[in-house]
């Protein structure tokens, strides 16, 4: 079965530094992999997905992230934070039988100081 | 870009009654829709896969006779929380794929909390 694991629960950058978040993934065949965005009572925004093809994605808002299938893994980065980035982020995985159809990593918290 | 409207975004209601959400897709045709639940400091729970015109597929452990999906049209699809209690409370999301020429792309709604008293 499929699964996301996102190891780190919460993360606090200083604004202006650089920010990785980390995200593995379960799946047999080559994934859909996405990133979502959260903020506090809000739905998800779509910051980048990956398909195939070029294994660095850039998405909004300044985000990239690098799919490494030999570390089943697809980390998401921004080089500087800004503090409007504080939110709560989703990493994503296509289930089997339905395109759209995603099973989500528990989330990363990241929280920005001035 | 594509815009899925959720309603309402806020709900109480008493223990026993039923509570209708509504998701729609605003400027696209929706065929497929998903609703996810969402407990606090969680993730998100994919629900059940609604399409229109038929039947919905709920997800293994989700009560059907209790969250009742319907998809009458292409642009909505609703969520009914029958004889609601305290353990239904939570943050109920719908997203909405959208066809496109090479890839569809599900866009998803702001979300209905709903609190059960």
């Known amino acids: 079965a499929q699964s996301v694991t996102q190891p780190d629960i919460h993360i606090t950058v200083s604004e202006g530094a650089s920010l990785e978040l980390r995200c593995n993934y379960s799946?047999?065949?080559?994934?859909?992999l996405f990133w979502y965005v959260q903020s506090p009572g809000q739905g998800l925004q779509l910051l980048l997905k990956?398909?195939?093809?070029?294994?660095l994605v850039q998405g909004i808002k300044g985000f990239e992230a690098e799919f490494k299938r030999s570390q089943s893994s697809f980390n998401l980065r921004k080089p500087s934070v800004h503090w409007s980035d504080a939110a709560e982020y989703f990493c994503?995985?296509?289930?089997?039988?339905?395109?759209?159809?995603?099973?989500f990593g528990a989330g990363t918290r990241l929280a920005v100081h001035p | 870009g594509a815009v899925v409207s959720q309603h309402p975004s806020r709900v109480i209601c008493k223990s026993g009654t039923s509570v209708k959400i509504e998701c729609r897709s605003l400027?696209?045709?929706?065929?497929?829709m998903f609703w996810y639940r969402q407990f606090p400091k969680q993730s998100l729970m994919l629900m059940a896969t609604?399409?229109?015109?038929?039947?919905?597929?709920?997800e293994q452990g989700v009560e059907k006779d209790k969250f009742l999906i319907n998809h009458a049209s292409l642009t909505l699809s609703t969520l009914t929380v029958t004889s609601a209690h305290p353990e239904d409370s939570s943050f109920y999301i719908c997203?909405?794929?959208?066809?496109?020429?090479?890839?569809?792309?599900?866009?998803f709604g702001q979300g209905t909390r709903l609190t059960v008293v």
């Open positions: 997203s909405a794929e959208r066809g496109g020429t090479f890839v569809t792309e599900a866009f």
């Open positions: 799946y047999g065949a080559t994934p859909y």
């Open positions: 990956y398909f195939s093809g070029d294994t």
């Open positions: 994503a995985v296509e289930a089997t039988g339905g395109y759209n159809k995603l099973i």
């Open positions: 400027d696209f045709q929706a065929t497929t």
């Open positions: 609604s399409n229109e015109g038929s039947k919905a597929t709920y």
